[in-house]
């Protein structure tokens, strides 16, 4: 948890100091001896939102049964944008962490014998330097990196842990962009590295890893990221990114990994949104099923 609030803390600080300086605003300096304001142009474009969720169900001599439980999350999705002529930076930060506590023992939530369990674990900072080429194409170099705040669990075997993995990806390529709100991202010089900190997950054939004692694993490949972000209807904003790494020491294109993962909100009014979160993803290196994350409820949405 220590990670987190470090996490949480540098991008208070960050966010404070744009907009004490005005990084997010039109900036107009007055000059003494004249009646008029000089309006220099903004280029940074900032925004952020924090969306907590909360979910209670408690049953008691229920004729019809049922586990009692209690849940909440906290969700903080962060875009830094800046663009200057020629030149584009587009950055986003999306930290995601949640808890579930089940009666299991039936004796009440509170039970000791009953305990939280983590629910979304969610790090991943992505930041792409674009370059107009020509009309709608830029050369782009884009860095992204994903991990999770803390140890994941299943069938009550550790499975992952903090930085155990973290994958950072690196490339060099062309980005298409025919509207703010949708890019394609083409790739064929990609570096896909693998890092797992903890030693008992440190095994062969684990998320990649090729000997015993490798604490990481470097695959070179292509990649291709498509990114959505955009009112879809009144009210209704949808993010939507899917992304393709082919590793080219693979041998067949059906080794590819796959990340599907589409975020739609929809607002009831000034205070309180609907959500649908789905993400559906392909790592062979993991094993050879589809994963799947779906989470759905009512969020109470911050933006500042």
């Given amino acids: 948890m220590k990670n987190s609030v470090l996490f949480i803390l540098l991008f208070i600080v960050y966010t404070s100091y744009a907009k004490a300086y005005g990084v997010n605003d039109t900036i107009s300096v007055a000059d003494s001896t004249k009646s008029d304001s000089i309006v220099k142009p903004k280029y940074w474009l900032i925004k952020n939102n924090i969306t907590l969720n909360s979910d209670q169900n408690v049953y008691d001599n229920w004729e019809s049964g049922g586990i009692s439980s209690f849940s909440f999350s906290v969700f903080y999705r962060g875009s830094y944008n800046y663009k200057k002529n020629k030149t584009t930076w587009d950055n986003a930060v999306e930290l995601g962490y949640g808890l579930l506590r089940q009666d299991v023992t039936e004796k009440g939530i509170l039970d000791k014998s009953n305990v939280f369990k983590k629910s979304d674990d969610k790090i991943e900072l992505n930041s792409i330097f674009g370059y107009r080429a020509v009309k709608n194409w830029n050369y782009s170099g884009l860095i992204n990196f994903k991990s999770q705040f803390d140890n994941g669990y299943k069938d ?8 155990s993995p973290a994958v950072l990806t690196s490339s060099l390529g062309f ?65 939507s990114k899917l992304e393709f790494f082919y590793d080219y020491e693979k041998t067949s294109l059906l080794d590819t990994d796959i990340n599907f993962e589409t ?27 589809v994963q799947v994350k779906e989470r759905f409820g009512i969020s109470v949405p911050i933006s500042f």
């Fill in 156 to 163: 009550g075997n550790l499975v992952s842990s903090t930085l």
């Fill in 175 to 239: 980005e298409y962009k025919p509207r703010p709100y949708i890019s394609t991202l083409f790739s064929f010089l990609t570096g896909k590295t693998t890092y797992v900190m903890v030693d008992s997950l440190a095994i062969p054939g684990n998320f990649g890893l090729e000997a015993r004692g490798d604490h990481f694993n470097f695959s070179l490949g292509s990649y291709i990221k498509v990114y959505f972000d955009k009112d879809i209807f009144k009210n209704i904003h949808m993010v």
């Fill in 263 to 289: 975020l739609i909100t929809m607002k009831v009014n000034k205070y309180i949104s609907t959500f649908l979160n789905i993400q559906l993803v392909m790592n062979k290196d993991f094993n050879s099923k």
